[in-house]
Structures are given as structure tokens and as C-alpha cells.
């Protein structure tokens, strides 16, 4: 077991109890916004409130990327994923790559993965969805 | 000072799209400022307003390129608002000759791309040994460019093709290849095009991936380039020859949106809503209905935008595209001519050229003087671009009656 200390990698990552997105949830329209936002750019309301997503959802869209920037490993499936009416954006992890095995429709879940180690421990933990 | 709600392009001028190694933007520009004054007849002492874009450059080039043709002290805007910067510049200057502070006015758009790499993709990475630190309004201890989804051009166009597939079927890679391959093939009657070879299905399908299912010939060509447009309004244009009334291109609708709130937008955005409102807002203006049109340039900057924007612009019903393109519809001997100068995968896409480009390309038509690639008979056409963040600019343009 491991005994390092965890970070999420992003802070609309919350890893505690089990792994799970947070939105900024306007609380007059409901509109919802993983950075932080002045004004929802829906009503234009001051004042949000923290909501859990769901961690299962439907594959909406993808694109398999050959072509990044320095640094990002490919190929990667760059996806967005309908969450119970919530799109999120993510990648599509634990699943080969290709189209044979990457489809629109397919039900996906929310995983995560450690992206690094910083000099005093620290593990970075990203999220991504994997085949449900 | 004449006012008059008719607006007219009186000249335009589009440069040679590719590789000019021995020009800079200036040099581009103002050999499309000549062009375009040559064409309309008039010299910089006939403008009362110019306004350019040059996205990828320093700033100032309108004032860089007033220094090349002419310093007449007339207001000039730099105006930037990413591939839809070019048809920013001319509704910029429609405003103002529109609003009736000046009789003549000239946008201008250029760019220097070639041998540009993948657009839109990065971040700036961790160095070794740091410690976490958290930036960016999403609180990210690293770049999410390739982490979370991507960022890149290729990957966020093809997304959007993609989900137009999940939501109504029948787009697959084939298709979206087949598109690439009519513009491909559109594009060998246009010298001016960056590329004017035809590519096959196979030869497309089976080139270097990018982002599937965009393979390098499906995407937007970067090369260099630039376009200008000089404007005028009704009284002034009866004031000059019937030759230039004659020639002279009516503006039926100039519009530019910006991309209302949709649930989705943060995450993917959404080039749908904001191209159907400014559609609307076109024909509305114009008088026109999508029927009306002999031709369409559209901002296909990869074969899957293209597929999403025959909805989007209403030439086809809701959900209906697929079977648009397979009807063949949008050949250019079809019923709907769209991208009939081979579009951006190959005429080529120099960001802030690319939005009077466009314009230019319709021109040509509704004058008759498309040489080779004229539509036999066009007298009305729409141009559209895309300009991701987001915003929206589409111009209808008629033939004179005069």
C-alpha cells in the first residue's frame, strides 16, 4: 500500500471518499461550471453552490489525437461525456486507443490516474473515464 | 457626406494563397489593399476608414500598412477576433459607412502561416523537481491540454463532427473523408488556391491521422496570404461610373454573433448556435431564404466542421446533412454549391484573410468572372466563418441590378 500523500490533479477533483467531480452549480438556473465563474454566464446570478456529478455517463463525442503539444502522450482519446445532463470533458483511459474499441454511445465511468510525483512526494491524481 | 442603409462591395482582391517566403504581412497586405482599390477604381484618398487584422502578428497593422499605401490620417482599427477576424474587419468598416460617418471604406485581412504547426494545443509543463502549484481558473497543477480532452484544432473539430454523428447517425470517417475529397477536387480550378491538386478517398483516408477522424488533408491549410474589400454606400456608388455600379457586389446581410450559454459550451464549443442565429439574422436581413442561394463558402477548417455548418446554415433540414452531402447537393455542380474554391483544406486558411476570402470567392461568382470555376448564373451567395472562442460572421452578397 501505497503511503504517499494524493493532490487532485484539478480542483473540481475531490479524491475523498472515492473519487468523484464538484461543479459550481448556479443556484438560480442551475447552470453548472467546473473553473470558477463571476457571474453565471447563463443568468448572469452572483451566487453558486457545490454539486457532486455523477461518475457514470454516456459517451458523447471523441477524437483520437495523434498530434499534441510536447510533452502529451499519444495517441490519447480526447472525449466529452454526458453525466446524468452534466458534459464533462475528459479522456478516455484503460481502453486501447483505436475505434474498434472507443465508440459514440458507449457507457463509460470515472477512473483515476497518478500523472506524477513532485519533489516532496506529492502525488498529482488526474481523472479520466474508462469503460463501464 | 452621403448616407444610404445599401451597402456594396465596389473593389476586392484576394492574393495568391501558399507559401511567400519573400513577403511579410505588410508586403501581402498592401498588395491586397492595391488590388482592391484597383479593382474598385478609387485610390486611398476616396477612403474615409480602414480597419485590418493580422492574428498571429505584433499589433498595428493597419498602421503598418497605411505606411505602405498611403497615410491619409483617417481613424484605422486593429481588430482581432481569431479566424473570423477578416469578416470582423469588413463589418467593422460596414458599420461606419453604414452609420453614415464615411462614404468609403476598406477592411484588409492577412497572414503569415506557412510551415505553422498545430494550432491551439499547449500549456506550459512542470519543471523538474518543483513542487505542485495550482494555476488557472480550473486550480490545475499542470496543463489539462492532452490531460483532460484536448485543446487542439484538429481534435476540438473533430469532436464537434462527432457528436453531430451521435446525435443523428450515419457520419463516419468515410463520409467526413469524402467531403476532403470534393473540395480537394473543387480546388483544381482555382489558381489562387494553396493547393489545387485532387486527392483521392483513398489517398485522403489513408494519409497521417491528426485527430481522427481528421487526417492531415482533411485538415485547414496553413499558408500565408490576404484579402481586402473596399465598401461603399448606395448614394456614393450612383455617384461613380456604370462600369463600377455595374461590377459593384451588394452586401444583402452583414452579420457577427457571439456564442450564447449552452449546457455543453464549456467543455466543447458550441460553433452550432451561434452560426444558426447569424444565419437567421442573414436571411432575415437579406430578404433571402437558404433556397435562394447559388452558392455557399463555408468555414470548413476541417472536413468535420463542414458536415455540422449545411445544418447550421440551414441548407439542409434539421439533422439532415448526411444526406445532404449524399445527394450531392454540395458539389459544385449540385444544387447548392458549397466550397466551390476547394474551401480551407485547400485553398488554404491564413486566419485573418480567410473571412474577406471567402467574400471575394462569392464576388467573383455573382460578377461572372470566376473564370473556370464560374457557377453559370450565380446571382446571390452566402460566405461564413468560424472563429473559435466564439464568434460568428456571415455576409450575403448579390449581383447588381444595375
Redo the contacts between chains.
Sequence with gaps: MSTATQ?P????LNLEPTPHLVANECTSCG??????RNAC??CFNTEFTSVDIPTEGVL???????????????P?V???IDCG???????IINCPPD?EHVS??MKVRLATTV??T???G?E?V??GFEPA | MSRSDDIWILGIHMTKFGKHPNLDVVDLGAEAIHGALADAGVTMADIGIIAAGNLLGSGSIAQQLQKQVGQTGIPAYNVSNACATGATALRTVIMAVKAGEVDMGLAVGVEKLAGAGLLGAGGKPKADNDEWARNGRFGAVGPVDGRIGTESMPGVFAQIGMEYGHKYGGADFELFAKISEKNHSHSTLNPLAAYNKAMSLEQIMNDVMIAYPNTRPMCSANCDGAAAAVVINGEKLKTLSLEQQRRAVKVSASILTSDPWQEACQVLPDVNTLTRNAAHQAYEQAGVGPQDLNLVELHDCFATAELVHYDNLMLCDEGGAVDFFESGAPYRDGRMPVNVSGGLQSKGHPISATGIANIWEVCQHVRGEAGDRQIEGAKVGLAHVIGLASACGIHILERSAA
Excluded at chain 1, 458523447?60 to 499519444?74: D, L, N, Q, W, Y
Excluded at chain 1, 445532463?85 to 479522456?91: D, P
Aim: charged letters at 15%; hydrophobic letters at 50%; glycine letters at 10%.
Design positions: 493532490i490533479f484539478v480542483e473540481y447552470a453548472r461550471y467546473f473553473d470558477r454566464a447563463g458523447r463525442s471523441f477524437s483520437i489525437i495523434t498530434f499534441a503539444a510536447p510533452g502529451v502522450e499519444v490519447f480526447a472525449a466529452v445532463g452534466t458534459s464533462v470533458r475528459a479522456n475505434p459514440l454511445g500523472v506524477g513532485d519533489s516532496a506529492v498529482a488526474n481523472y
